[in-house]
């Protein structure tokens, strides 16, 4: 007979850093910095653009 409990307790999720470049975490390129920037509601205006290209 099996000592094997019934069933498997779950675990809580492991925290790791992200893999994706951002603001933080800049990765280079050949043309320059690379990184991804989560914009609220996936849109902004040209003053936005423009602050992120400075």
Same mark, same amino acid.
């Given at each position: 007979?099996?000592?094997?409990?019934?069933?498997?307790?779950?675990?809580?999720? $492991? $925290?790791?850093?992200?893999?994706?470049?951002?603001? $933080?975490?800049? $990765?280079?390129?050949?043309?320059?910095?690379?990184?991804?920037?989560?914009?609220?509601?996936?849109?902004?205006?040209?003053?936005?653009?423009?602050?992120?290209?400075?």
């Amino acid at each position: 007979m099996s000592s094997a409990p019934d069933s498997i307790p779950a675990s809580s999720p $492991v $925290v790791r850093p992200s893999a994706c470049p951002g603001l $933080v975490r800049v $990765v280079a390129a050949a043309d320059g910095g690379l990184c991804r920037i989560k914009l609220p509601g996936g849109r902004l205006d040209a003053r936005q653009a423009r602050a992120i290209a400075a």
